[in-house]
């Protein structure tokens, strides 16, 4: 199978189209149709893009082995981060860090955190203002 077929794939995977992956992307849609028809080879911005933005496989869009995306969770974290992005219009780079933060170990818990306290924990909120307290202290 062609890196063409395999970028197919993957808007059928992301339920979007090439116009939808190109404005993610900050391509041109003609380009895409490019890729997919094997006209021409995807650059290295492209690829990057694709890692960092949409959380692809880089090995699998290569040579189709392994995963589609950067872990099995990815494909649908990626659904949903992507409508989070566009109904509360966040540039790719706000996008980037949500993921960061979403990733973090400690970030992902004190997000937890306003989730309790939003449900009446009281324990959840000393321990957010605790958390708050220490990040203050090192970056304060």
């Not at 041109?28 to 959380?55: C, M, N, W």
């Not at 989070?84 to 818990?109: C, N, P, V």
């Amino acid at each position: 199978m062609t890196i063409g077929k395999r970028i197919k794939e993957l808007k059928i995977a992301l339920k979007l189209t090439s116009g939808e992956i190109a404005a993610k992307l900050d391509i041109p849609v003609r380009t895409i149709g490019s890729y997919e028809r094997d006209e021409a080879q995807p650059g290295p911005k492209f690829l990057s893009a694709l890692i960092t933005i949409l959380g692809v496989n880089i090995n699998w869009l290569l040579t189709g082995k392994g995963n589609m995306f950067l872990s099995e969770k990815a494909e649908y974290d990626l659904a949903y981060i992507s409508k989070m992005q566009d109904k509360f219009k966040l540039s790719d780079e706000e996008l980037k860090g949500l993921i960061d933060i979403l990733e973090a170990d400690a970030s992902r818990e004190m997000i937890i955190k306003f989730i309790q306290i939003k449900k009446g924990n009281k324990e959840a909120l000393d321990s957010l203002i605790y958390n708050l307290q220490g990040i203050k202290a090192i970056y304060g």
